[in-house]
């Protein structure tokens, strides 16, 4: 079945520091999303990725997809206290999303 | 704003009882899922129902669970016989398009299972 992997598990921040996470699937993706789950909430969407080499910019956020829509970054500049909590990337394939293990972000201030 | 709300937002089982998680969407949508959430583990795709049938199902979907729309409006998620691992977060999720595939979910029903 499809797998979609992300590293790193956990990411601890100085505030004001830039970090990136990565997402790769073993199989080529339909789109891929990303979500923000903070700690004791849901999955709240973020944005979807659907061509090849796509970037898109939501303020301090940057996503990538890749040219074999195959992997995924989100890169995160100047981090807030507001950025804490856990992003996954979802893969889309089949009519089915797959997510990765996620990445866990804490920020020292 | 809620996409769609859930309720309990708690449920306490013994093992082998049946539980039913309910889903209720603000408006009218085409499209739903159901996911888990193990604590501190991933979120896993369970089922997608769409126009009253499941559309697709993974292999945690066994026969164990259900889903169904009774009434045109809740959306269900039937657990037959809950084991220990079922405890978890179940969430449930509205869809705009099949084809993109982005969802909205709702704030979870945790089921604790002893």
């Known amino acids: 079945g499809q797998q979609v992997m992300q590293i790193p598990q956990y990411q601890h921040v100085q505030e004001g520091e830039d970090f990136t996470t990565y997402c790769n699937s073993s199989t080529t993706l339909s789109n891929i999303q990303w979500y923000k789950q903070r700690p004791g909430g849901h999955p709240v969407f973020l944005i979807q990725l659907v061509k090849s080499g796509e970037v898109k910019k939501q303020k301090r956020l940057t996503f990538q997809f890749g040219e074999a829509k195959k992997n995924s970054s989100l890169h995160i500049t100047a981090t807030q206290t507001t950025d804490v909590g856990t992003y996954f990337c979802?893969?889309?394939?089949?009519?089915?999303?797959?997510f990765g293990a996620g990445t866990t972000v804490t920020v020292r201030a | 704003e809620p996409e769609v709300t859930q309720t309990p937002s708690h449920q306490v089982t013994q093992m082998g009882q049946e539980v039913i998680l309910r889903c209720v969407p603000i408006s009218n949508h085409l499209y739903f899922y159901w996911y888990r959430q193990i604590l501190g583990q991933k979120v896993e795709f369970l089922v997608s129902?769409?126009?009253?049938?499941?559309?697709?199902k993974s292999e945690i979907f066994d026969d164990q669970f259900s889903v169904e729309r009774p009434d045109g409006s809740n959306f269900t998620l039937k657990i037959r016989s809950t084991k220990l691992e079922d405890s978890a977060m179940y969430f449930c999720a509205r869809g705009i398009l099949r084809d993109l595939g982005e969802q909205y979910f709702g704030p979870g029903t945790r089921l604790t299972v002893t």
């Open positions: 979802a893969g889309f394939r089949d009519y089915k999303l797959s």
């Open positions: 129902f769409y126009n009253n049938e499941i559309s697709e």
